[in-house]
T-cell receptor, first 114, second 115 residues
Framework: SAVISQKPSRDICQRGTSLTIQCQVD?????MFWYRQQPGQSLTLIAT?????????ESGFVIDKFPISRPNLTFSTLTVSNMSPEDSSIYLC???????????FGPGTRLTVT | AQKITQTQPGMFVQEKEAVTLDCTYD???????LFWYKQPSSGEMIFLIY??????QNATEGRYSLNFQKARKSANLVISASQLGDSAMYFC????????????FGGGTRVLVKP
């Protein structure tokens, strides 16, 4: 199985500021994914991060708000920009394991915007 | 586009009994994967089990089994011999194979195991 770590695990941020979340995988993976889980809700895909190309964003998510970097095959960052209280969520990164059907998640970053 | 439906928002189960969590899906893809995850109150997403659309046998992983009925587009999770530690949110998800495990999630089912 893939081991995925995220930093920070939680943060409390002021409105209007930005936070960058880091995701590290213990093995090389082609695609990494970023999800958002708003309070009491299910997970929604923000974007797919491919190494060497721009991220692919899902409907309702834009690069100016959620810029993503993917500098190599084991690391990605998600920035939540110009935050508002509506951005308070758990942000999770995900990557596949070596076998078909394996898809693992990092422990998540619990963000509170005040 | 894919859609996942979990009709049970919450359920109670007695410790040591089995529980079935419902999941139906809608997709036009012929090849896809179905996943179940457990999310305890800590917020982490724990991968439980996977079923490929062309897998002939239902997937099993320890106390977890997936009752896959392709014609009915259902992928129910069965947890046998429930334990107190099974109390959590459970999410069904699916990915079209071509999307490389880009997951669409259902709304989740909260399970509370009673001693």
């Amino acid at each position: 199985s893939a081991v995925i770590s995220q930093k920070p695990s939680r943060d409390i941020c002021q409105r209007g500021t930005s936070l960058t979340i880091q995701c590290q995988v213990d093995s090389q993976v082609t695609m990494m994914f970023w999800y958002r889980q708003q309070p009491g809700q299910s997970l929604t895909l923000i974007a797919t991060a491919n190494q060497g190309s721009e991220a692919t964003y899902e409907s309702g998510f834009v690069i100016d708000k959620f810029p993503i970097s993917r500098p190599n095959l084991t690391f990605s960052t998600l920035t939540v920009s110009n935050m508002s209280p509506e951005d308070s969520s758990i942000y999770l990164c995900s990557a596949g394991g070596r076998l078909i059907g394996e898809q693992y998640f990092g422990p998540g970053t619990r963000l509170t915007v005040t | 586009a894919q859609k996942i439906t979990q009709t049970q928002p919450g359920m109670f189960v007695q410790e040591k009994e089995a529980v079935t969590l419902d999941c139906t899906y809608d997709t036009s893809d012929q090849s896809y994967g179905l996943f179940w995850y457990k999310q305890p109150s800590s917020g982490e997403m724990i991968f439980l089990i996977y079923q490929g659309s062309y897998d002939e046998q239902n997937a099993t992983e320890g106390r977890y089994s997936l009752n896959f009925q392709k014609a009915r587009k259902s992928a129910n999770l069965v947890i046998s011999a429930s334990q107190l530690g099974d109390s959590a949110m459970y999410f069904c998800a699916m990915s079209p194979k071509a999307a490389g495990n880009k997951l669409t999630f259902g709304g989740g089912t909260r399970v509370l195991v009673k001693p």
